[in-house]
């Protein structure tokens, strides 16, 4: 195995935990601005990871995928998610329960777009202002989805790819309606009150199954189409 490749696992590591961070931080942030101060009393409104790190969402799970391979364990398949320690939201504390807390939630996943948008506009300048830019960004994009020895990568364009990769992992992920993911809160707010009890009963072990192979298909179907775009856009920038 090249050492590149390896690097580029370190890579995708540190772009996961500082992603699930700015996921989790976005909750705490948007709760306290909407009247819940809990999260901020916990001091998860910050990007330190000593206060968002779930032992296994963040640290083993994510090590198995990017780091399995290294050991001849690749049983998911290239699948690049995670989860951080939950945010805690109590929705007495909001004016509109259930507006505010459909709006916290979404906050998490919406800062993962934002990161996706901020890597691409990267991209677009870099391609911009390097010689020869346009191709650079464009094979080093391409590149950074293939082992790392095949081809000279760019430190800067990967990170930025392996940013736009794996936020839109996040950001699918975590929009799938399975506990306790944040798609299934919003569910939630729209199931009436029977349905609610039985939705509450799913979690332990099945939303683990269910995490893993249905939102790691789901995933896998979405991912492509989403980084062809990112590709098309770069390619006519």
Same mark, same amino acid.
């Given at each position: 195995?090249?050492?590149?490749?390896?690097?580029?696992?370190?890579?995708?590591?540190?772009?996961?935990?500082?992603?699930?961070?700015?996921?989790?931080?976005?909750?705490?942030?948007?709760?306290?601005?909407?009247?819940?101060?809990?999260?901020?009393?916990?001091?998860?409104?910050?990007?330190?990871?000593?206060?968002?790190?779930?032992?296994?969402?963040?640290?083993?799970?994510?090590?198995?995928?990017?780091?399995?391979?290294?050991?001849? #364990?690749?049983?998911?398949?290239?699948?690049?998610?995670?989860?951080?320690?939950?945010?805690?939201?109590?929705?007495?504390?909001?004016?509109?329960?259930?507006?505010?807390?459909?709006?916290?939630?979404?906050?998490?996943?919406? &800062?993962?777009?934002?990161?996706?948008?901020?890597?691409?506009?990267?991209?677009?300048?870099? &391609?911009?202002?390097?010689?020869?830019?346009?191709?650079?960004?464009? &094979?080093? #994009?391409?590149?950074?989805?293939?082992?790392?020895?095949?081809?000279?990568?760019?430190?800067?364009?990967?990170?930025?790819?392996?940013?736009?990769?794996?936020?839109?992992?996040?950001?699918? #992920?975590?929009?799938?309606?399975?506990?306790?993911?944040?798609?299934?809160?919003?569910?939630?707010?729209?199931?009436?009150?029977?349905?609610?009890?039985?939705?509450?009963?799913?979690?332990?072990?099945?939303?683990?199954?269910?995490?893993?192979?249905?939102?790691?298909?789901?995933?896998?179907?979405?991912?492509?189409?989403?980084?062809?775009?990112?590709?098309?856009?770069?390619?006519?920038?």
């Amino acid at each position: 195995m090249q050492s590149a490749d390896f690097i580029k696992a370190l890579f995708e590591f540190v772009v996961l935990i500082f992603s699930l961070c700015v996921h989790e931080c976005a909750h705490a942030w948007m709760a306290s601005r909407l009247g819940d101060q809990t999260a901020r009393m916990q001091g998860r409104v910050t990007l330190n990871p000593m206060y968002h790190v779930d032992p296994i969402g963040t640290l083993l799970f994510p090590a198995i995928m990017i780091f399995g391979p290294f050991i001849g #364990f690749n049983f998911f398949g290239g699948m690049l998610v995670g989860w951080a320690k939950p945010t805690p939201v109590i929705t007495r504390n909001f004016k509109r329960i259930t507006r505010d807390d459909n709006l916290t939630t979404f906050a998490g996943p919406v &800062s993962n777009l934002l990161i996706v948008l901020v890597a691409f506009a990267a991209l677009v300048i870099a &391609s911009k202002v390097i010689p020869n830019g346009h191709m650079v960004v464009l &094979s080093s #994009f391409v590149s950074t989805f293939r082992p790392a020895g095949a081809m000279q990568l760019q430190p800067l364009i990967m990170l930025c790819t392996l940013a736009i990769l794996i936020n839109l992992s996040l950001l699918f #992920f975590n929009l799938l309606p399975i506990p306790p993911l944040d798609g299934s809160r919003v569910l939630r707010n729209m199931l009436p009150y029977n349905a609610v009890q039985t939705y509450d009963r799913i979690g332990g072990w099945l939303s683990y199954l269910l995490m893993i192979f249905v939102g790691g298909y789901i995933l896998r179907m979405l991912l492509g189409p989403a980084l062809s775009l990112i590709y098309l856009g770069l390619l006519h920038s």
